[in-house]
T-cell receptor, first 110, second 112 residues
Framework: RKEVEQDPGPFNVPEGATVAFNCTYS??????FFWYRQDCRKEPKLLMS???SGNEDGRFTAQLNRASQYISLLIRDSKLSDSATYLC???????????FGRGTSLIVHP | DAEITQSPRHKITETGRQVTLACHQT?????MFWYRQDLGHGLRLIHY???????NKGEVSDGYSVSRSNTEDLPLTLESAASSQTSVYFC???????????FGPGTRLTVL
């Protein structure tokens, strides 16, 4: 089982829709969690950190479920500009080396 | 403004040649990372460094080496390029671990 798993998609949704992605991780000792966004052929950029209490930033909400070992990203009122690949990142162990999921592709259409 | 740059942005080389990819950051970050990204594999860690003179192997380090002689630079060397090393290479830096990583624009390497 891969350490960090994501559904590759693509998730194809209309503008204005609400869409949610999950990311599961295998190491129960994982400490830190992030969502990054990557546009085609560009570098990944931090979207948001994921805290135990959850995290909301405008239309984006991230949640952590330690019991079931997954994090989620909810996007409300999707925009065309939200079309991208969303990467889940988990850091675990004493060295906190980040492990990236393969990403979930989102396509928002008019 | 602080930034992280990579050079060259595109490189075509032949099997067996030595290739060095440059990464330079002006964030004054202690931590620097090299990843490769391939279809079906996502981002995989090659090498990382927590500071000057510190280097560590990542998940896919075979055939690659790095050195850290100053805070700003972490060059990645392919000792003898192989076709399997055709990929997009990203460099990243962060202040500490775990923390936000800032990525360079990437280098697209083709080994013929």
């Amino acid at each position: 089982r891969k350490e960090v798993e994501q559904d590759p998609g693509p998730f194809n949704v209309p503008e204005g829709a609400t869409v949610a992605f999950n990311c599961t991780y295998s190491n129960s000792a994982s400490q830190s969690f992030f969502w990054y966004r990557q546009d085609c052929r560009k570098e990944p950029k931090l979207l948001m950190s994921v805290y135990s209490s959850g995290n909301e930033d405008g239309r984006f909400t991230a949640q952590l479920n330690r019991a079931s070992q997954y994090i989620s990203l909810l996007i409300r009122d999707s925009k065309l500009s939200d079309s991208a690949t969303y990467l889940c990142v988990v850091s675990s162990g004493g060295s906190y080396i980040p492990t990236f999921g393969r990403g979930t592709s989102l396509i928002v259409h008019p | 403004d602080a930034e992280i740059t990579q050079s060259p942005r595109h490189k075509i080389t032949e099997t067996g040649r030595q290739v060095t990819l440059a990464c330079h950051q002006t964030w004054n970050h202690n931590n620097m990372f090299w990843y490769r990204q391939d279809l079906g594999h996502g981002l995989r860690l090659i090498h990382y460094s927590y500071g000057v003179q510190d280097t560590n192997k990542g998940e896919v380090s075979d055939g690659y080496s790095v050195s850290r002689s100053n805070t700003e630079d972490l060059p990645l060397t392919l000792e003898s390029a192989a076709s399997s090393q055709t990929s997009v290479y990203f460099c990243a830096s962060s202040t500490s671990s775990p923390d936000t990583q800032y990525f360079g624009p990437g280098t697209r390497l083709t080994v013929l």
